[in-house]
């Protein structure tokens, strides 16, 4: 059966050649197109870096990516096995001063991902831009906001990462500022509930399970009823990176098994994908 992977990341940690086998194999699963999210914008300074990524994927991270200046797209379509891809401009480490977006527009992306972790992430191992860039919380409010509108003008989906735990508000406000807006909120938002709430009240809300992995193994029936309940709003996402490809193998399987004989399965794997991307 065919699919489309919502979640994946542009970073490896060792050469690209070593995993173009494993790709391969995706393709002849029905990979039919990801959304890769791409470091077009980065510090030149790994450990400040490595400070907004979760610490679980420091070791699927080569540290030297950053110290060289952000791969073209043109490169990483060279590098990649990845059929349609979708560029996402992953945005968390831009600031008031490198936050226009048309330069990445013109340069082939397609798409924003936003990482909002306006205060430190204890859960996650991330500072946060208040303590990586001294950055208060009203200013983080303001570039986001900022960001979205550029998105919104640019005819761009978004990727939005936020805890609906902390910042419901401020996500409800994003998406009544952007209407036609395609919002993609990863991981379930981290809330099943408050998740279903936005999916009802926003149409132009989804939402993946990138991540969610191994709580879904622990409560596999908690989460297909969420899946089967909002089925035309969620996405098959794995949040792998390109040196990470069995973790999308991994997820292939239990997608595939958990909504077997389901016609959620499809809409899931590949049809809300395609409601968001024209792969």
Not at 157 to 180: E, G
Not at 247 to 261: D, I, N, R
Request: hydrophobic content about 40%.
């Amino acid at each position: 059966m065919n699919f489309c992977d919502a979640h994946v990341h542009a970073l490896w940690a060792n050469e690209m050649n070593r995993n173009q086998e494993a790709w391969r194999s995706l393709l002849s699963r029905g990979l039919e197109s990801a959304a890769l999210i791409v470091m077009g914008h980065h510090l030149m300074d790994p450990k400040r870096c490595l400070q907004l990524i979760p610490s679980e994927y420091h070791q699927a991270v080569d540290p030297d990516f950053f110290r060289c200046k952000p791969l073209s797209l043109q490169v990483i379509r060279q590098k990649v096995q990845v059929p349609a891809p979708i560029f996402y401009l992953d945005s968390r480490y831009l600031t008031p001063d490198t936050a226009d977006l048309k330069r990445f527009a013109l340069a082939g992306y397609q798409g924003l991902k936003l990482l909002y972790v306006p205060e430190e992430d204890r859960a996650n191992g991330m500072v946060g831009w208040d303590n990586l860039f001294g950055r208060g919380k009203k200013e983080s409010e303001e570039l986001t906001a900022s960001l979205v509108e550029q998105a919104a003008a640019l005819g761009w989906p978004v990727i939005l990462h936020a805890d609906l735990n902390r910042y419901l508000d401020f996500v409800t406000a994003l998406l009544q500022s952007s209407p036609k807006t395609p919002f993609l909120i990863p991981h379930f938002g981290f809330t099943r509930k408050r998740m279903a709430g936005l999916l009802e009240r926003f149409p132009q809300c989804f939402t993946d399970f990138s991540s969610l992995l191994p709580f879904m193994l622990e409560k596999p029936k908690a989460y297909k009823e969420f899946i089967l309940t909002h089925q035309d709003r969620v996405l098959f996402g794995t949040d792998a990176t390109l040196g990470w490809p069995q973790m999308v193998e991994e997820y292939l399987s239990f997608t595939s098994s958990l909504l077997q004989g389901k016609p959620a399965l499809q809409k899931v794997l590949s049809g809300n994908y395609k409601r968001i991307h024209k792969p």
